[in-house]
Nanobody, 121 residues
Framework: VQLVESGGGSVQSGGSLRLSCAASGYTYSAYCVGWFRQAPGKEREAVATIDNFDATTYADSVKGRFTISQVNAKTTVYLQIDSLKPEDTAMYYC????????????????WGQGTQVTVSS
């Protein structure tokens, strides 16, 4: 499975971005896809997931501002980011795993290379 992120950029606080994760090479019928971010000097954190039933989860820090969605059997997964804050500045990654979403601390099998989001105040 190959994952390619796009849509990052530099925006001012309060702005919006839509990140895309283009997936190819799926070999199973169902995948969980997640968006993660990592800021300099900080640990990577999960921000949103969408499972094989299209149920979504969000980190508390992004609820109400981030929306994960998918089209075409998760060949593209979006992360809509609204009301951006400087603390949202990070490299954003998408990840995928077959059938079920890994639990906290568990390893995701497939990762993209990331797209940078920079928010200025």
């Amino acid at each position: 499975v190959q994952l390619v992120e796009s849509g990052g950029g530099s925006v001012q606080s309060g702005g919006s971005l839509r990140l895309s994760c283009a997936a190819s090479g799926y070999t199973y019928s169902a995948y969980c896809v997640g968006w993660f971010r990592q800021a300099p000097g900080k640990e990577r954190e999960a921000v949103a997931t969408i499972d094989n039933f299209d149920a979504t989860t969000y980190a508390d820090s992004v609820k109400g501002r981030f929306t994960i969605s998918q089209v075409n059997a998760k060949t593209t997964v979006y992360l809509q980011i609204d009301s951006l804050k400087p603390e949202d500045t990070a490299m954003y990654y998408c990840a995928a795993d077959a059938f079920f979403c890994p639990g906290p601390g568990e390893t995701w099998e497939f990762w993209g290379q990331g797209t940078q989001v920079t928010v200025s105040s």
